[in-house]
């Protein structure tokens, strides 16, 4: 079944870089473009980022541009988020969604809580 | 990429429909027909309800369905049941390889 394992989280102060990590399983992820989806404390849903399946395109929202770099490792199944310089309105739990065929996210990870203290 | 706009909260009985709107602009949810829809319970992962403004996933009941009308998608939820109380989320491809989502609506069984 197909899993998807967010890790990386935690509390970073003003400024400083986090990397977030997720582990996919139970399918073939060269095959899968895949996103990063941020839900404030007590708010909505946010698309962060987009990776396609190889790895050649990457989109931000306005929000996270020049700050966030999304990357994968598809030897290792593994999609990344780079978080630099970190405003305390980037706290949020960071969930990975697999894509599919650029039309919507069918499978979900569990999120990974990054706070971001001043 | 301003969020598609819904009702911050919606209430019925048991057994009854309601649906959910969310409205955006020519520039995603009149322009493609990738509407989607989750639902989050608390404390829980996104789960995917509809996709393609119509379309159910396997293993989601046939009580879920989506329409849209311009720049307006909806979901209606039919036979209201007490685990279908949650948020519900929006979401449309905004092009360029961007999307938005809605800001959730909650929605209590009563």
């Known amino acids: 079944q197909v899993q998807l394992v967010e890790s990386g989280g935690g509390v970073v102060h003003l400024g400083r870089s986090l990397r977030l990590s997720c582990a996919a399983s139970g399918f073939t992820f060269r095959n899968h473009g895949m996103h990063w989806v941020r839900q404030a404390p007590g708010k909505g849903l946010e698309w962060v980022s987009f990776i396609w399946n190889d790895g050649s395109d990457k989109y931000y929202v306005d929000s996270v541009k020049g700050r966030f770099t999304i990357s994968r490792d598809n030897s290792k199944n593994i999609l990344y988020l780079q978080m630099d310089s970190l405003l305390v309105e980037d706290t949020a739990v960071y969930y990975c969604?697999?894509?599919?065929?650029?039309?919507?996210?069918?499978?979900w990870g569990q999120g990974t809580l990054v706070t971001v203290s001043s | 990429q301003s969020a598609l706009t819904q009702p911050r909260s919606v209430s019925e009985s048991p057994g009854q429909s309601v649906t959910i709107s969310c409205t955006g602009t020519?520039?995603?949810?009149?322009?493609?027909?990738?509407v989607s829809w989750y639902q989050q319970h608390p404390g829980k992962a996104p789960k995917l309800m509809i996709y393609?403004?119509?379309q159910r996933p396997p293993g989601v009941p046939d009580r879920f369905s989506g329409s849209k009308s311009g720049n307006t998608a909806s979901l209606t939820i039919s036979g209201l049941q007490a685990e279908d109380e949650a948020a519900y989320y929006c979401c449309s491809y905004a092009g360029s390889y961007t999307w938005v989502f809605g800001g959730g609506t909650k929605l209590t069984v009563l």
């Open positions: 020519s520039s995603d949810v009149d322009n493609y027909n990738y």
């Open positions: 393609d403004v119509t």
């Open positions: 969604a697999r894509d599919r065929s650029v039309q919507y996210s069918d499978f």
